[in-house]
């Protein structure tokens, strides 16, 4: 088995050198630090990329088990190789599909959302029913890097200033979600944390 912070280390200059967006620091230390305070034990992760929150959400605590789905095949193909070098592969399950075409019968104490921004809104309601009483639902990039601040004038993209109001409805449909209390967090790229009300 491959040390840990070598690997770690390994897997962020991937990411880097293949432009494959993992957490920030900042994020990845609130998310951890949020399955340890809270006991988390049982958490479904949408978008997998190469592994590199489901090893740092497993490393985390001894006792986390973890389902991801990828629909990427060469990041999910990295993130088996990545998870089997460090000896995860009973803690973390990795699902190769499209979220929205996986159906789960589990539930899960936490749902981790970090796939594609502009699916946010449809994966929540998905997998809503996937949570169990007092679980969250943890939304990553609710920020997506200092954009959602922005005047829709000052993005030049027209591609970008969609996915940028596909978030902002998202995080007006959080704000106005009878069924969950959602509070707002700086951390990282901006995370959302949902509780069923």
């Not at 193909?77 to 979220?99: F, P, S, W």
């Not at 809104?121 to 890097?145: P, R, V, W």
């Not at 005047?151 to 007006?172: A, C, F, P, Q, T």
């Amino acid at each position: 088995m491959v040390e840990v912070h070598a690997k770690i280390k390994e897997m962020k200059n991937y990411a880097k050198e293949n432009n494959v967006p993992i957490m920030m620091d900042e994020g990845i230390n609130f998310l951890t630090n949020f399955i340890i305070k809270h006991k988390t034990k049982n958490i479904l992760e949408i978008g997998t990329a190469i592994g590199y929150s489901a090893i740092m959400m497993a490393i985390a605590s001894p006792t986390v088990t973890i389902t991801s789905i990828e629909k990427d095949h060469e990041r999910y193909l990295e993130a088996v190789k990545n998870i089997k070098e460090l000896g995860l592969e009973n803690r973390i399950t990795l699902l190769y599909k499209d979220a929205l075409g996986v159906e789960l019968d589990e539930l899960f104490d936490m749902i981790f959302i970090d796939g594609a921004k502009a699916k946010d809104l449809a994966f929540f309601e998905k997998f809503s029913k996937n949570l169990t009483e007092n679980g969250y639902i943890i939304t990553d990039n609710i920020n997506f890097h200092g954009y959602i601040a922005k005047d829709e004038k000052e993005i030049k993209s027209k591609n970008l200033r969609g996915l940028v109001k596909k978030i902002k409805l998202y995080i007006d449909y959080l704000k106005e979600n009878k069924d969950f209390k959602t509070i707002f967090y700086d951390a990282g790229d901006g995370i959302a944390v949902s509780t069923k009300v």
